[in-house]
């Protein structure tokens, strides 16, 4: 079974543009979240979807905001880049509906840079 | 506010001695515990993880012991074998499932041949 893929893997914007990555889980996981890594704080969790909905957001400004769509594949968009948006994002799939104990399986994570 | 704490960012440990990492949580509803293992350019690897109706949960080599008292959590490696140098990051989350997993900031632990 192929795992998450994230696409592209390394990105490398300036400030003030905005970003899409995508997304794709492991086949018949229906949930999709998303998490900001930072040098020193970790996995943020950005938000979560369940067949097409979002289910939970984390304490991100707006111009953070994402989608799933009917086939499970996830998208994220960044707008109105700023230089601490750099980080590593990561995507996580899991087969688990709400009110269910989740394994999170994570995809490698795009890298990106803002310059 | 940090919910899940990882306060030993590094940990040096020799080869075929144990390794024990250690995480404190503050929030009360947190129910399930998970510990996950990241290597550099890759995404997080589940490892084990443990309900808090148990206070120990074993996979191999590894052990997870939950004190829910002290809101208390450890990962124990045992034996330590240099491919297990890696990040370990630290996961909770609460109310069933309904709420996202709130992680660690991570403690990067190194084998020493």
């Known amino acids: 079974k192929a795992g998450v893929t994230q696409t592209p893997r390394y990105l490398i914007k300036t400030r003030g543009q905005q970003v899409t990555l995508s997304c794709s889980p492991i086949?018949?996981?229906?949930?999709v979240s998303w998490y900001q890594q930072t040098p020193g704080q970790g996995l943020q969790f950005l938000f979560e979807y369940f067949s097409e909905t979002q289910r939970n957001k984390g304490n991100f400004p707006g111009r953070f905001s994402g989608r799933q769509f009917s086939n499970s594949r996830s998208e994220m968009n960044v707008s109105t880049l700023e230089l601490g948006d750099s980080a590593l994002y990561l995507c996580a799939s899991s087969t688990n509906p709400p009110g269910a104990y989740n394994e999170q399986f994570f995809g490698p994570g795009t890298r990106l840079t803002v310059l | 506010d940090q919910q899940v704490k990882q306060n030993s960012p590094s940990l040096s440990v020799q080869e075929g001695r144990i390794s024990i990492l250690n995480c404190d949580y503050t929030?009360?509803?947190?129910?399930?515990f998970l510990w996950y293992k990241k290597y550099p350019a890759e995404g997080p690897t589940f490892l084990i993880s443990?309900?808090?109706?148990?206070d120990k949960n074993e996979d191999g080599r590894f052990t997870v012991f939950l004190n829910k008292s002290a809101k208390h959590l450890s990962l124990h490696i045992v034996p330590s074998q240099p491919g297990d140098s890696a990040v370990y990051f630290c996961a909770a989350q609460g109310n069933s499932g309904n709420t996202p997993l709130v992680f660690g900031k991570g403690t990067r632990l190194s084998v020493i041949a």
């Open positions: 086949s018949g996981h229906r949930s």
């Open positions: 929030n009360s509803m947190f129910d399930y």
């Open positions: 443990i309900s808090s109706i148990k």
